[in-house]
């Protein structure tokens, strides 16, 4: 028989878990733990910063990214820009199975990152990337 206290502490544990984990697929292989967890939601109207780091999802080719998540309950056209000064902008998206559906590099102009998109109702992951390996700092989101 387990002790309340062990029950208890198992929960809390779980949900801890959960919160970290919070990807049934998990990351590509050859992705850092940390690609399995989001940074934060955003949807259309929304404008969020981030800031790239050494603790930053470490993509299969050496490159950082914060990992957002973005729920549609309706088909939309949406547009994403990512805008930085410190970074060489670089934008991914992937539906929830983990498949790449979009990227773009430049399409902001200069070195920041746009793209348009027409989405199906679902869940898909925007990934603040950059172009090269080693770039960190800040950037911002805008999702119209």
Same mark, same amino acid.
């Given at each position: 028989?387990?002790?309340?206290?062990?029950? $208890?502490?198992?929960?809390?544990?779980?949900? $801890? @878990?959960?919160?970290?984990?919070?990807?049934?697929?998990?990351?590509?292989?050859?992705?850092?733990?940390?690609?399995?967890?989001?940074?934060?939601?955003?949807?259309?109207?929304?404008?969020?910063?981030?800031?790239?780091?050494?603790?930053?999802?470490?993509?299969?080719?050496?490159? *950082?990214?914060? *990992?957002? *998540?973005?729920? $549609?309950? =309706?088909?939309?056209?949406?547009?994403?820009?990512?805008?930085?000064?410190?970074?060489?902008? #670089? $934008?991914?998206? *992937?539906?929830?199975?983990?498949?790449?559906?979009? =990227?773009?590099?430049?399409?902001?102009? +200069?070195?920041?990152?746009?793209?348009?998109?027409?989405? =199906? =109702?679902?869940? #898909?992951?925007?990934?603040?990337?950059?172009? #090269?390996?080693?770039?960190? +700092?800040?950037? @911002?989101?805008?999702?119209?």
């Amino acid at each position: 028989m387990r002790s309340p206290i062990r029950t $208890l502490l198992l929960l809390a544990l779980a949900g $801890l @878990t959960a919160a970290c984990d919070d990807d049934p697929v998990g990351p590509t292989p050859g992705e850092s733990l940390a690609c399995n967890t989001t940074v934060g939601n955003v949807a259309p109207g929304d404008t969020v910063t981030g800031v790239l780091t050494t603790e930053s999802c470490r993509l299969v080719d050496g490159t *950082r990214a914060d *990992r957002w *998540r973005l729920v $549609l309950a =309706a088909p939309a056209v949406i547009t994403i820009d990512m805008i930085s000064d410190d970074v060489d902008a #670089y $934008l991914l998206i *992937r539906d929830s199975a983990g498949n790449q559906v979009a =990227a773009n590099d430049d399409g902001a102009g +200069g070195t920041d990152a746009r793209i348009t998109y027409g989405f =199906a =109702a679902g869940t #898909y992951y925007v990934l603040a990337n950059t172009y #090269y390996e080693n770039e960190y +700092g800040g950037y @911002t989101l805008i999702v119209e």
